[in-house]
């Protein structure tokens, strides 16, 4: 399971993977935010979900509105993780994507894949109950400015193969 943030990973002000960002408005309640993201980012995200190597949840304050991210990026429809948070604040956010990371390791006893610019703690314990589980963890905290980059994908693809090899 992997669950994918759009702000700071996905959106970034300087994508880069040696290309022209993609570039476009969504809209919450009447109010434009432009995306800037990484085509080949994109690219490879529904590479991997077609694969059926990965299933991808959005875990990302735009849930409520996601359908204007998949389209702009040009992604598959994606499951979520959650739902309702236009009605949360930031703190209630990160508690909701703690707990879907929670439930995927705990609930669903599956590996986990987490991308997130803040959501993932570095120390505390829902990073000891995830770490607890024994269930494989990837947890990958790229830089806001930067997002997702090229070696975080294939630190992924790394992490996917070796969950294969096990499990054959």
């Given at each position: ?35 800037r ?13 077609h ?14 509105h ?26 209630a ?12 390791v ?6 986990l ?15 000891e ?7 494989p ?32």
């Open positions: 399971m992997w669950l994918l943030d759009v702000d700071g990973v996905l959106n970034a002000a300087m994508p880069g993977w040696g290309e022209t960002p993609g570039q476009g408005k969504a809209f919450v309640h009447g109010n434009g935010y432009v995306l993201w990484a085509p080949a980012l994109a690219h490879r995200i529904a590479a991997l979900h694969s059926g190597g990965v299933e991808v949840r959005w875990a990302t304050t735009w849930v409520d996601i359908i204007q991210v998949e389209r702009l990026l040009h992604l598959p429809p994606l499951g979520t993780a959650f739902d309702g948070v236009d009605v949360v604040d930031a703190e956010s990160v508690a909701r994507k703690e707990a879907a990371a929670l439930h995927v705990e609930i669903e006893r599956r590996p894949i987490w991308t997130d610019d803040e959501a993932i703690p570095h120390s505390g314990p829902v990073l109950r995830i770490e607890a589980t024994g269930q963890t990837l947890l990958v905290r790229p830089s806001s400015r930067y997002g997702l980059q090229p070696e975080d994908l294939d630190e992924i693809d790394d992490f996917l193969a070796e969950l294969t090899e096990l499990a054959s």
